[in-house]
């Protein structure tokens, strides 16, 4: 199972087909632990519970998330998940993805499937 993360150009009415998608990754469950300890797991599994709809509600959260990773890799490296899906490394790359995103396209509006 994963967790796909949409930046959309306005709000997402399911029963409308005209958001224009500006970002999208997909993240796998196993690094739900890593997010925890990276103070991330809100921001990207449920943005709502923190009052975050749009991407510049979030994009401090992930630099800062970001930085931990960074500086303390050690800390992430022991929660990867054994079966292979959950490494550090892709993490990594998918808040620095996601946090450039939000930066880039502030007013955009976080939509999450999971």
């Known amino acids: ?15 409308e087909l005209s958001s224009e998608s500006l970002f999208y990754i997909n ?3 196993n690094l739900r632990a890593m997010a ?8 990207l ?9 749009q991407a510049k509600d979030i994009a401090k959260i992930l630099r800062k998330g970001l930085n931990r990773l960074i500086q303390h890799p050690n ?7 054994r079966n292979g ?19 880039r396209f502030p007013d955009s509006y ?5």
Do not use: R
Request: proline share 3%; with cysteine; net charge negative.
């Open 45 to 53: 599994w449920q943005p709502e519970t923190i009052g975050a709809t």
């Open 110 to 114: 976080i939509d999450i499937s999971i």
């Open 36 to 43: 925890d300890a990276a103070g991330l797991y809100d921001a």
């Open 75 to 81: 800390n992430y490296l022991l929660l990867e998940s």
């Open 85 to 103: 899906w959950g490494k550090y490394n892709d993490f990594l790359s998918v808040i620095s993805q996601y946090a450039a995103a939000c930066y």
């Open 27 to 29: 993240i796998t469950h």
């Open 1 to 15: 199972m994963s967790l796909s993360i949409y930046l959309e150009s306005k709000p997402t009415d399911k029963t």
